[in-house]
């Protein structure tokens, strides 16, 4: 098992900035890719920002790019995400999850259904 704990959501203003991080405890020896979701009220969880277990392949949505960075730290069992210039529509609960399948395609990995476990989320909220 794979535990999963999200942090550093909270309320902010448009073009400001927020990190956040998931922290992961467990058998993370087991896990690939790890991503990052969202969902806003009334919508569809979506696939925002995904890393491979070593850190060097990304993959982001195309709403977010240029905007937001994913990265890792292997050593402390941690996913970033760094949320620059960030607009109204970007207000969602925003989940951290991680796969232990060896898939690594863009077609597969942006997909919610690959992941095995996911956090509880952390709500980020932009204020116009």
């Known amino acids: 098992q794979v535990q999963l704990v999200e942090s550093g959501g909270g309320l902010v203003q448009a073009g400001d900035s927020l990190r956040l991080s998931c922290a992961a405890s467990?058998?993370?020896?087991?896990?690939?890719?790890m991503g990052w979701f969202r969902q806003a009220p009334g919508k569809e969880r979506e696939f925002a920002a995904t890393?491979?277990?070593?850190?060097?392949?990304?993959y982001y949505a195309d709403f977010v790019k240029g905007r937001f960075t994913i990265s890792r730290d292997n050593a402390k069992n941690t996913v970033y995400l760094q949320m620059n210039s960030l607009k109204p529509e970007d207000t969602a609960v925003y989940y951290c999850?991680?796969?232990?399948?060896?898939?690594?395609?863009?077609?597969?990995?942006?997909?919610?259904?690959?992941?095995?476990?996911w956090g509880q989320g952390t709500q980020v909220t932009v204020s116009s």
């Open positions: 890393i491979s277990g070593s850190g060097g392949r990304t």
């Open positions: 467990g058998r993370t020896f087991s896990t690939n890719f």
């Open positions: 999850a991680a796969t232990t399948s060896s898939w690594s395609f863009y077609s597969q990995v942006t997909k919610s259904v690959t992941y095995d476990y």
